[in-house]
DNA sequence: GCGACAG
DNA sequence: ATCTTGTCGC
């Protein structure tokens, strides 16, 4: 199916391609890097930003942005279609290929099984973290220390969980976008994140999007 | 029928 | 997402 351009074929798309979807890691994956991506936007207007990371030092080591402009309105659920093609783009300019990309949203915590960073996960073939902010599905509180987790979920299926990164610190909700397992998503994000609530790559990707959407006009 | 609904 | 000041705390 080619790119939606309506609500109706965008659901059509993720039901199709959620079976895409492989919850296996990699043989022998042992992730050195990790991509934050993120979209700023102003208007029909937006920057997409993408910051690769070392894991071990939390180093920047390779980043990209690019300019474009809505498409798709946000439509719950559909979320997607409205940074995909962006966030390819800002991929595609990278000089070399991340070992797993940290989203700003939902993986298989989604009515379909299929948010943003699943998406992006089998398109790009590359393993994927969704890190939200807001829930899609149900949850009980965590501990308040850092690192204590419940699981999130959507009717009886466990979609992921409910992380504190910090300690008294409002949870993020991590669930698994592509190739990856949900201990190590959790494990990755944490490590990403020794001193704030979102992972350094988040926090990278969102400050590059922002200021190169104020220099662009 | 009514409310809820990633960013 | 974005609109928005000061303020409490490490």
């Known amino acids: 199916m080619n790119w939606p351009s309506t609500p109706d074929e965008a659901v059509a798309l993720q039901l199709e391609m959620a079976p895409l979807v492989d919850p296996n890691p990699p043989a022998g994956w042992q992730p050195r890097t990790a991509a934050g991506l993120d979209v700023a936007y102003d208007g029909d207007k937006l920057c997409a930003a993408v910051v690769v990371v070392d ?69 790009t073939g590359l393993p994927s973290i969704g890190v939200a902010k807001t829930p899609m599905g149900r949850y009980d509180p965590p501990g308040p220390d850092r690192g204590d987790w419940t699981e999130l979920r959507d009717g009886d299926d466990v979609v992921g969980r409910a992380l504190r990164t910090q300690k008294d610190v409002k949870p993020l909700f991590v669930s698994i976008g592509h190739r990856i397992d949900l201990d190590t998503a959790c494990a990755r994000v944490l490590d990403l994140a020794p001193k704030y609530r979102q992972p350094e790559t988040t926090r990278r990707a969102d400050q590059l999007c922002r200021q190169a959407l104020v220099l662009d006009r």
């Open 55 to 123: 894991l071990t030092s939390l180093e920047t080591v390779d980043q990209a942005v690019v300019p474009g402009v809505t498409d798709f309105p946000y439509v719950p659920g559909l979320f997607a279609f409205r940074e995909l093609p962006a966030l390819m783009s800002a991929l595609e300019r990278l000089t070399t290929s991340p070992d797993v990309l940290i989203c700003d949203g939902q993986g298989v915590a989604h009515p379909r099984r299929f948010g943003l960073a699943s998406h992006l996960g089998v398109v």
